[in-house]
């Protein structure tokens, strides 16, 4: 009997002072929830260019979609089962007023889709499914999805898995830091810093080449990293270039700083046992490069961020894997 | 699954942070909890309706969304926790919720004879809870606060969302190099497996030792 008076007499003193301390913080935290959200406010792209865009895009000819290959099945379900992301600014968006997606992978998903069936109508080209950098493989892998857009960075180890088409656009890892923040200009400052970044990207394996000694923080969102990069969680947030210029153009409380130090070659994943797949979908990125599709769309989309004219299609086949 | 074991070392690391994330947060949440299970049942009415208002709040809230305020929210008002910190604290506070319910269950299944029997003797609310009630109660405790342990212990992946450094985000780390995550979630779900098992085994050992030999 004592025992149990001496035990809960030490469990009551330390417990007051943690009750108090741990209820306190909690209201302050349901009060401020308000305030709390970080905005995601992307740069608009007007719907009806963007359907113009992808409904005049070029629709393959029948005798491409060979019998009992993988261009059939998406032809006779009638849309393309995208693996994708509705929240990745400038790539893939969703619109919450139309449930349309918007970007750069989502309008090549859509432009693919169109090639195969013929549909003009974005919204009925395709369905997306969610995917992670955990769960993109497998998708693929047990026909869950026909291909992958999700600024999926072609690398040998992930080239075992899938098949690459592609590579259809290149970018590079840049730096963001808070606008008073002077110590950071390059990959090399950030030795021992904390670094935010997207849990799905790949500037977490860059940062680990280029940067090992930096303290990554990977966040789920876009807006969570540049959120952490404001209230000084994080000191700098690495990811593309396209969508940090975007960030920063929302935000002014912070920078982009440096040129790329990374090349990021994405890819169209595919899945590897349909060898047909890969070789029809570069065909029809070398037409889409060639009429200009691939261009307007990029003005679309990165190109509402990122000054200038569009750059050159990579070379199909460049990269190391596709 | 080669890769996933050369890179076991990186994994068991991630797993002591979740490990300490564990504890933490259960510990907390027990202390917690052992307090609104208090006000939940003493005879005062408006410790009765903090008691339940935070058991109600804390056990309806997501607790992903719980951390997300907690780490996105409070610097706007210029209360800074570490990544840790915040997870653990979530962790702590949702717990209690669930804690707290688990002990008033177990208060209530001690027979109102026993209360009584103590006021006959003389003993205060507070004697009486400690001396009388509380001890028969922990023995029907021990199961409902083991499966809080395996929920602090399951919910503790939540954490990699909120860039802490757990073993559900050095998976996620691992499978974005090598694209390996079949055999690396199978890996981490063993360890999670161990924890879960580890909790049931000591809860199994308490309930040996708490009870009473008839």
Not at chain 1, 53 to 78: H, L, N, Q
Request: aromatic share 8%.
């Amino acid at each position: 009997m004592s025992q149990h008076i001496a035990r809960s007499g030490l469990l009551r003193r330390t417990s007051i002072l943690a009750v108090a301390s741990a209820v306190s913080a909690a209201l302050v935290g349901c009060g401020s929830s308000a305030a709390v959200t970080p905005t995601a406010a992307g740069p608009t792209v007007s719907t009806s260019d963007y359907s113009a865009i992808i409904a005049a895009a070029p629709v393959a000819d029948t005798s491409a979609i060979t019998r009992g290959s993988w261009m059939e099945s998406v032809k006779t379900r009638g849309y393309l089962q995208v693996g994708g992301s509705d929240a990745a600014q400038l790539f893939s968006l969703k619109d919450l007023e139309t449930g349309e997606l918007k970007g750069f992978d989502a309008g090549l998903s859509q432009m693919l889709a169109r090639y195969i069936t013929g549909k003009t109508d974005v919204l009925s080209l395709t369905k997306l499914t969610t995917v992670t950098v955990d769960t993109r493989e497998t998708l693929l892998q047990n026909g869950t999805v026909d291909a992958v857009f999700a600024t999926y960075t072609i690398t040998p180890a992930r080239a075992k898995k899938v098949a690459f088409a592609g590579a259809y656009y290149e970018s590079g890892d840049a730096i963001l830091v808070k606008k008073d923040n002077t110590s950071i200009k390059e990959v090399a400052d950030l030795k021992g810093k904390n670094v935010a970044t997207e849990s799905n990207s790949t500037a977490a394996l860059s940062l680990k080449k280029y940067a090992p000694q930096a303290r990554l923080q990977l966040f789920q969102t876009d807006a969570e990293c540049v959120a952490a990069v404001q209230q000084g969680r994080a000191d700098a947030y690495v990811l593309d270039q396209g969508i940090l210029i975007s960030d920063a153009s929302n935000n002014p409380a912070v920078k982009v700083v440096g040129q790329p130090f990374t090349q990021e070659p994405y890819g169209i994943g595919l899945p590897l046992n349909k060898p047909e797949a890969k070789a029809f979908v570069n065909t029809w990125l070398k037409k889409i490069y060639a009429d200009g599709s691939w261009n307007k769309l990029w003005k679309a989309t990165i190109g509402t961020v990122v000054s200038g004219d569009a750059p050159a299609p990579p070379t199909i086949g460049s990269a190391d894997g596709s | 699954m080669n890769i996933v074991l050369s890179h076991f070392g990186d994994l068991l690391g991630g797993f002591w942070v979740t490990i300490e994330l564990t504890l933490l947060g259960f510990a907390g949440s027990v202390v917690l909890g052992t307090i609104l299970a208090v006000c939940r049942v003493v005879p005062i009415t408006p410790l009765r309706v903090i008691g339940a208002s935070y058991v109600e709040f804390f056990r309806n809230i997501p607790l992903l969304t719980l951390m997300f305020l907690f780490i996105f929210g409070l610097p706007d008002i210029g209360i800074t926790y570490s990544l840790f910190a915040s997870a653990a604290i979530c962790l702590a506070l949702s717990g209690a919720a669930f804690t707290c319910e688990a002990i008033r269950s177990g208060i209530n299944t001690v027979p109102v004879g026993q209360a009584e029997a103590a006021r006959a003797i003389g003993l205060t609310f507070t004697q009486s809870l400690r001396c009388v009630i509380l001890p028969q109660a922990f023995r029907s405790m021990v199961q409902p606060l083991v499966n809080v342990f395996i929920g602090v212990a399951l919910s503790s992946s939540l954490a990699a969302a909120v860039a802490v450094n757990d073993l559900t985000n050095r998976t996620q780390q691992l499978n974005l190099e090598y694209a390996e995550a079949v055999a690396a979630f199978l890996v981490a779900g063993a360890l999670y497996l161990v924890l879960s098992l580890g909790g049931a085994g000591a809860g199994a050992w308490f309930e040996r030792r708490l009870a009473i030999q008839r």
